[in-house]
């Protein structure tokens, strides 16, 4: 499952919370256009977003 990380600003307090969530957002917008679902993560001035990867068209080699 892929992942993308979120990193909020040097800022301290409720600036940084508001900032990551601002973030995460964007973010999460953009990658919801490409994919079903989105799992948001938070953690310590971060937050991980994992989304369901489009799968790859399998490419069939055949022999020359």
């Known amino acids: 499952m892929p992942v993308v990380t979120v990193r909020a600003s040097s800022k301290q307090g409720p600036a940084q919370l508001d900032t990551l969530v601002r973030k ?22 971060r937050a991980n977003l994992y989304y ?8 069939v080699s055949r022999p020359a």
Do not use: F
Request: charged share 25%.
């Open 24 to 45: 995460v957002t964007q973010t999460t917008s953009g990658l919801l256009e490409e994919n079903d679902r989105v799992l948001v993560v938070y953690g310590e001035g």
């Open 52 to 59: 369901e990867g489009a799968p790859r068209p399998r490419t």
